[in-house]
C-alpha cells in the first residue's frame, strides 16, 4: 500500500536581501507521522513552516500541499490584547463561522484545558497558553498540524506530557504533525522524523538511527550528556555573515586569530 503524502517541499530556497535563509531543503510530511525541525536560533525552522503554510513564498524550490488541507497551526509568537475581554471558549471558537460550544469543549478536552474555559484567555500561564493555542488548531478537524515551538512557557514536567499528549493526538487522529522544538531530548522519544537545519539540511532520518549516527553524536553529543532543552550545535562547518558553508578554522588558524 503506498503511503500518501500531505505535502511536499523540494529544493527550497531562499534569501532576504543578501543573506541566504535557506538552501537546497527539501522535506516530506506523512499522516500519522511527526516530522521535528531542530537546529540553532536563526536556522531558518520558522521560516520553512511558513513556506510549508504557504506564508511565505521561496525563491526558489517547490511547495506542493494536498488540495483543500486541513492545517492547524500554533504560530512561535502570539500576540493577545491585554485589554481586550476574551474568554478561552471564545477564543478557542474565533475561527469558527458559527460559535459551536460542544466543538469547542471538545477540542479542550482533547488537550486537557476544559477547566480553563470560563478563564480570561490574558490570565493563563505560559504553559496553559500553549495547550489553549493546540486546543485552537484541532478545531477545524486538520489533517496536518503545525506547531512552531509548542513546548515554549512549558515547565520541565509539562514538556514530556505535552509532547505524549501530541503523539497521542497523532494515533488517535492520523495527523501529520509538523514541529519545530529545541527540546532535543524529549523530542527524540516524540518524533518519527528529526530535520537539524542550519539554512540547510545537517542531518535527517529517524530518531533511533540518527540518534546513533556519528554526525548526530558530534552534533549533538553535549546536549545529550547535559539532557535538557539548551543545547550548543557542534557544526563540521560554519556559517559566514550570508549564511554560506565555510570551513572550520584548524587549530592553528583558531590559535593566529585568538
Ligand atoms: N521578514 C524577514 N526579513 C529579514 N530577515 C528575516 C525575516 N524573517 C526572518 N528573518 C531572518 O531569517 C533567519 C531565520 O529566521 P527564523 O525565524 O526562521 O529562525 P528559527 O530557526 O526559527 O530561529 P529561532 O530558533 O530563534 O526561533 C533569522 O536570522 C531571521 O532574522
Known sequence: MSITHLAKLENIGLHFG????????????????????????????????????????????????QPDLRIGYVPQKFHLDRLLPLTVERFIGLNLWRHDAAAVRLSAEEVG?????PQAVQSLSGGELQ????????????????????????????????????????????????????????????????????????????????????????????ARAAGFAVYTHHHDHQHDIHGCVVPLPTDGEEQRHG
Open 131 to 222: 495547550r489553549v493555542l493546540l486546543a485552537r488548531a484541532l478545531l477545524n478537524q486538520p489533517q496536518l498540524l503545525v506547531l512552531d515551538e509548542p513546548g515554549q512557557g512549558v515547565d520541565v514536567s509539562g514538556l514530556s506530557e505535552l509532547y505524549q499528549l501530541i503523539t497521542r493526538l497523532k494515533q488517535k487522529h492520523g495527523y501529520g504533525v509538523v514541529m519545530v522544538s529545541h527540546d532535543l531530548h524529549l523530542v527524540m522519544a516524540a518524533t518519527d522524523q528529526v530535520l537539524c537545519l542550519n539554512q540547510h539540511i545537517c542531518c535527517s532520518g529517524q530518531p533511533e538511527a540518527v540518534s546513533r549516527h556519528p554526525e548526530y553524536l558530534r552534533l549533538f553529543g553535549d
Open 18 to 65: 543578501q543573506r541566504v535563509i535557506l538552501h537546497d531543503v527539501s522535506l516530506e510530511v506523512y499522516p500519522q507521522s511527526v516530522l521535528t525541525l531542530i537546529g540553532p536560533n536563526g536556522a531558518g525552522k520558522s521560516t520553512l513552516l511558513k513556506i510549508l503554510l504557504g506564508l511565505q513564498k521561496p525563491d526558489s524550490g517547490s511547495v506542493w500541499r
Open 113 to 117: 484545558v476544559q477547566a480553563l474555559l
